[in-house]
Antibody, heavy 119, light 107 residues
Framework: QVQLVESGGGVVQPGGSLRLSCAAS????????MHWVRQAPGKGLEWVAF????????YYADSVKGRFTISRDNSKNTVYLQMNSLRGDDTSLYYC????????????WGQGTLVTVSS | EIVLTQSPATLSLSPGERATLSCRAS??????LGWYQQKPGQAPRLLIY???NRATGIPARFSGSGSGTDFTLTISSLEPGDFAVYYC?????????FGGGTKVEIK
């Protein structure tokens, strides 16, 4: 069965950096694009970033463009989110999600990793 | 950026009743709209893709309709496990965007 396990969250000061990881299993990782989606405490969902199956291209929300970088290592079945210049409004639960077979939807999600930006 | 507006914000209904949730896009997304269900403490679950297609394993009481800018998610007869927050999401153009959500609560 498909499993996505995020890690790397924690508490970081404003202006700091953090790298999130998402280990995937149970599907052919090298043939699927992957997303990061976040959810601030008590708030709705916000798409963050997407990487193509081979890492050749990436897309970002305007709110993180220039600060966050999505990447993947297909030899390790892992997708990453490098987050720099973190701000208070980046505080969220960060989910990785697999792109669906029917286009740019999210058909499998991890349980999320919490990032708190606070001094 | 395409803005998705969901209404109502909260829907108070009883088990067995019909739920009708709306999602309106700021510009046409053609048929490229999906719906998700999220329960407290859980990740979202894809219910509907491309406006009207049920995702794998989704019960037939969930149905979607619409195209262009106006979309509807209908739950024909609410079961206890259906009380949750529902989000719409468009894949028509970058950046991908979600609506603000509709909470379906027990009346």
């Amino acid at each position: 069965q498909v499993q996505l396990v995020e890690s790397g969250g924690g508490v970081v000061q404003p202006g700091g950096s953090l790298r999130l990881s998402c280990a995937a299993s149970g599907f052919s990782f090298t043939t699927y694009g992957m997303h990061w989606v976040r959810q601030a405490p008590g708030k709705g969902l916000e798409w963050v970033a997407f990487t193509l199956f081979d890492g050749s291209n990436a897309y970002y929300a305007d709110s993180v463009k220039g600060r966050f970088t999505i990447s993947r290592d297909n030899s390790k079945n892992t997708v990453y989110l490098q987050m720099n210049s973190l701000r208070g409004d980046d505080t969220s639960l960060y989910y990785c999600a697999k792109v669906s077979d029917w286009g740019l939807y999210f058909d499998y999600w991890g349980q999320g990793t919490l990032v708190t930006v606070s001094s | 950026e395409i803005v998705l507006t969901q209404s109502p914000a909260t829907l108070s209904l009883s088990p067995g009743e019909r739920a009708t949730l709306s999602c309106r896009a700021s510009q046409s997304v053609s048929k490229y709209l999906g719906w998700y269900q999220q329960k407290p403490g859980q990740a979202p679950r894809l219910l509907i893709y491309d406006a009207s297609n049920r995702a794998t394993g989704i019960p037939a009481r969930f149905s979607g309709s619409g195209s262009g800018t106006d979309f509807t998610l209908t739950i024909s007869s609410l079961e206890p496990g259906d009380f949750a927050v529902y989000y719409c999401q468009q894949r028509s153009s970058w950046p991908l965007t979600f609506g603000g959500g509709t909470k379906v609560e027990i009346k």
